[in-house]
């Protein structure tokens, strides 16, 4: 996690063959600065992939890709809420995909799904690689079944714990309708909702959970994360490992499994698209056949 919280939010998943940053919610200096931290540079970055279209998930994009031909990859609602009024309309390496939609970046199988939230289409993410996966869902009023199905294969589980519910109705700062806003079904996570969501997928496989997205006025780190180790206890889930991101800086890098070593194809990346698959292998005219299927959808 290069750093996540109601200010701004942005994370690294790689594998030997592929670096993928999810959203772009930090200053793009602060990406830049972060990303080399992990010793990444954003040159060496195969696509950003988008949640939504929020500012705390792409205030820092507009500048990053000024001189960065990375693909972006977002649904075609959320790549129109982006790009519109700003420089990216003229980002040439856009990838539309459809919610719902699966697809590869290189040796990285992207699973979408949709989250309510209060955004233009938002969506959450499995990612599967080798034989170990990582669940992404921040930004969402409640879980879904579709969501809770989509996560019960992760091994690594990356969920927003947003407020306390009793620091939200005390705060004396935020407006009755803001405060409706986060606690309504397309608002964010409480510490509790979020436990809940937990408990929910311990039959299933995972292993680790990293929490994020917490509210500077409405949470503290050890509240989201005694409210979740609580509720493991409880299930007698001692044993999983429970993480907490913070806004300022880089989190330690998790571990969350092995994927193949050694050569790996790029011509995989063509995968996206297959119905328009060529044999060269050119992603750049996946890229524009994709430009004119987000146009055809808007
Ligand atoms: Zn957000
Ligand atoms: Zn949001």
């Not at 129109?80 to 939609?101: K, M």
């Not at 979408?112 to 289409?121: I, L, R």
């Amino acid at each position: 996690m290069l750093g996540s919280g109601s200010a701004g939010n942005s994370a690294l998943v790689a594998t030997d063959h592929c670096k993928i940053l999810i959203d772009g919610g930090l200053s793009a200096r602060q990406i830049v600065l972060r990303l080399e931290q992990c010793s990444v540079l954003p040159e060496q970055l195969d696509g950003v992939l988008l949640t939504h279209e929020h500012g705390d998930h792409v205030c820092g994009l507009e500048v990053l890709c000024r001189k960065l031909d990375v693909p972006i990859y977002a649904n075609s609602q959320t790549a129109e809420a982006v790009r519109c009024g700003c420089s990216l309309e003229q980002h040439r390496n856009w990838r539309i995909f459809r919610t719902g939609a699966d697809f590869a970046i290189c040796d990285i199988t992207v699973q979408t799904f949709p989250v309510p939230h209060d955004a233009v289409d938002p969506v959450g993410f499995a990612f599967y690689a080798g034989s170990t996966s990582l669940g992404f869902v921040t930004d969402l009023g409640y879980a879904t079944k579709m969501i809770v199905e989509r996560l019960r294969q992760v091994h690594t589980l990356v969920i927003e714990t947003n407020h306390d519910e009793k620091l939200l109705q005390n705060d004396i700062h935020r407006p009755w309708p803001v405060k409706q806003r986060i606690q309504s079904r397309h608002g964010h996570l409480s510490n509790s909702a979020a436990a809940n969501v937990i408990e929910e997928l311990l039959p299933g496989k995972v292993d680790r959970v990293v929490l994020g997205h917490l509210s500077r006025d409405c949470n503290t780190p050890e509240l989201a994360l005694q409210t979740v180790r609580d509720a493991l206890k409880k299930c007698g889930k001692i044993d999983i490992e429970v993480f907490c991101a913070a806004q300022s800086e880089v989190s330690p890098q998790f571990r969350i499994g092995e994927t193949t070593r050694g050569h790996f194809s790029r011509r995989l990346k063509t995968h996206f698209f297959p119905q328009h698959e060529r044999s060269d292998g050119d992603s750049q005219v996946a890229a524009e056949v994709c430009d004119k299927t987000g146009n055809e959808n808007s």
